[in-house]
């Protein structure tokens, strides 16, 4: 039997999620011909703005924060009652990324190396809803578990999540010709001016850019 919770070899690391996502949304938009970049954001900006990888479709920005999944072994197979992700590291990362609505917690949900090739299908796209910093659950209803969040399992597949940014009910839209490293210069600096007068849905951002002394 397929065990989706099994470990071969040894448990993946955060950085093969990632290096696993970022080519099954690359091959995703190539097979249906859309032209799309997914980038990785570098420590010093990651500080600002909290994610790992930046999707762009058109002006749309969406960020991909992707946590490396743990389950509590020993573990029966396809358990996913002991499946979770830790959102406590670093310490403030939760608390800006509550503030930054064009961001997502990815959380990968399987362990088995050999589902690698098919890892976007097997993925979660997910917003929190406080900062809670206890372990998120797949799905552990049990008394000891002292979350609030403690059943994500209906939380966005692929399929749905992308096409909620083509519907512009996801992501961040940047004036043209704005780079999103401008954008995220202008949250360090204070700079960035959110208006959302002309889409209740969808952020859209005015930046006033100035020289540094």
Partial sequence: MLDYLALTWSNPLEREYEAWIVHGIQKY???????????????TDE?????????????????????????????????????????????????????????????????????????????????????DHFPVWYQNPGPRVKTAHNDVSSAQRWGLFVESIVRCHTGLVLNAGTLISDYIRSL????????????DS???VSLMLFPLP
Wanted: aromatic residues 10%.
């Fill in 202 to 204: 969808l952020d859209r």
């Fill in 47 to 131: 500080k600002t703005w909290p994610a790992d990888e930046v999707l762009t479709m058109d002006c749309k920005v969406v960020g991909l924060q992707i946590k490396r999944p743990k389950v509590n072994r020993p573990c029966p197979p396809n358990d996913y009652s002991k499946l979770s992700w830790d959102l406590s590291s670093p310490a403030d990362q939760l608390a800006r990324l509550l503030v930054h609505t064009e961001i997502y917690y990815v959380l990968p949900t399987f362990t088995n190396r050999t589902i690698r090739n098919s890892a976007l299908d097997h993925t979660l796209f997910w917003r929190p809803n406080n900062k």
């Fill in 29 to 43: 938009f190539h097979d249906i011909g859309t032209q799309v970049e997914v980038f990785g954001v570098s420590p």
């Fill in 188 to 199: 360090k600096y204070g700079q960035a001016d959110r208006d959302n007068r002309d889409n």
